[in-house]
């Protein structure tokens, strides 16, 4: 059985700075792409950063220049700095990772965490 869970959600004024974090764990073969997306109220899920196959890294537009990601490969975790957070950041932030289990290695499914809740506000 797979698991992604995140932390490090939780209130910051504007400006402020979080890291959240997603380990992943279970019978893990192998993680292809992972990435972090978000869920702002009443809207629906979004992209806000990721790492492809291929290891490079994808940001939304409107996170460039203040968001970084970064991945320990070695303990299977990722993590999301975000600085200079925004109200519009507010959400609800997804893990998400594309892997395949010691059951099954030539087959990559989507796996997703539960969410942890980012609120900007003063």
């Known amino acids: 059985q797979v698991q992604l869970v995140e932390s490090g959600g939780g209130l910051v004024q504007p400006g402020g700075s979080l890291r959240l974090s997603c380990a992943a764990s279970g019978s893990i073969f192998r993680i292809d792409a992972m990435g972090w997306y978000r869920r702002p109220p009443g809207k629906q899920r979004e992209l806000v950063a990721s790492?492809?196959?291929?290891?490079?890294?994808n940001f939304a537009d409107s996170v460039k220049g203040r968001f970084t990601i970064s991945r320990d490969n070695a303990k299977n975790t990722m993590y999301l700095q975000m600085n200079s957070l925004k109200p519009e950041d507010t959400a609800v932030y997804y893990c998400?990772?594309?892997?395949?289990?010691?059951?099954?290695?030539?087959?990559?499914?989507?796996?997703w965490g539960q969410g942890t809740q980012v609120t900007v506000s003063s």
């Open positions: 790492f492809t196959s291929d290891g490079s890294t």
């Open positions: 998400h990772a594309e892997l395949a289990t010691y059951q099954a290695m030539n087959v990559f499914r989507h796996y």
